[in-house]
T-cell receptor, first 115, second 113 residues
């Protein structure tokens, strides 16, 4: 069965530190990849997504992610985090061509940024 | 602006009660989804619907049912609530275009006593 792994469950950083959150998926076919973010008390929202083309994808608030097909990975990065980046981050995979657009989510990474 | 609304932010029910969670989207999306979110488990799909009156089981459908009588509305029903159904419930919608973004509602935090 397809699955998504997020290896970092809880990350604590100081402001201005660099961030990299890992995401790996298990599926041999073509996929669409997503990162969603949930700020405290807010609803889940899209951070960025990859469908095709340039494997380096830029999202909102200075986030980016790189799709490495050979490693089945889609890691999220930000060069310098801010206190306002404190949130829970979810990686998700959608199997390409599926009209139902089902997403398979990872278990999430809680990021706490200390001022 | 895209909007998915859920009928309640917080709900407290007793064991054995029948519980209805309502979700409405205003984007004319064909697909709608119900998830539950639990700490350390991420989001798990309960049911989804790809058209009016159509539904399919997700990964954890046991103890739940759904109803989609109108395109914009998708209801989750707990036939007889149990304490292990205490959770955050999230509704989402998307178009039928492959890989389209799912848009989420604010969630309903359900506590079953």
């Amino acid at each position: 069965a397809q699955s998504v792994s997020q290896h970092n469950h809880h990350v604590i950083l100081s402001e201005a530190a660099s961030l990299e959150l890992g995401c790996n998926y298990s599926y041999g076919g073509t996929v669409n990849l997503f990162w969603y973010v949930q700020y405290p008390g807010q609803h889940l929202q899209l951070l960025l997504k990859y469908f095709s083309g340039d494997p380096l994808v830029k999202g909102i608030k200075g986030f980016e992610a790189e799709f490495i097909k050979s490693k089945f990975s889609f890691n999220l990065r930000k060069p310098s985090v801010q206190w306002s980046d404190t949130a829970e981050y979810f990686c998700a995979v959608n199997l390409y061509g599926g009209a139902t657009n089902k997403l398979i989510f990872g278990t999430g990474t809680l990021l706490a940024v200390q001022p | 602006d895209v909007k998915v609304t859920q009928s309640s932010r917080y709900l407290v029910k007793r064991t054995g009660e029948k519980v209805f969670l309502e979700c409405v989207q205003d984007m004319d999306h064909e697909n709608m989804f119900w998830y539950r979110q639990d700490p350390g488990l991420g989001l798990r799909l309960i049911y989804f619907s790809y058209d009016v009156k159509m539904k399919e089981k997700g990964d954890i459908p046991e103890g739940y049912s759904v109803s989609r009588e109108k395109k914009e509305r998708f209801s989750l029903i707990l036939e007889s609530a149990s304490t292990n159904q205490t959770s955050m419930y999230l509704c989402a919608s998307s178009s039928r275009t492959s890989g389209d973004t799912q848009y989420f509602g604010p969630g309903t935090r359900l506590t079953v006593l």
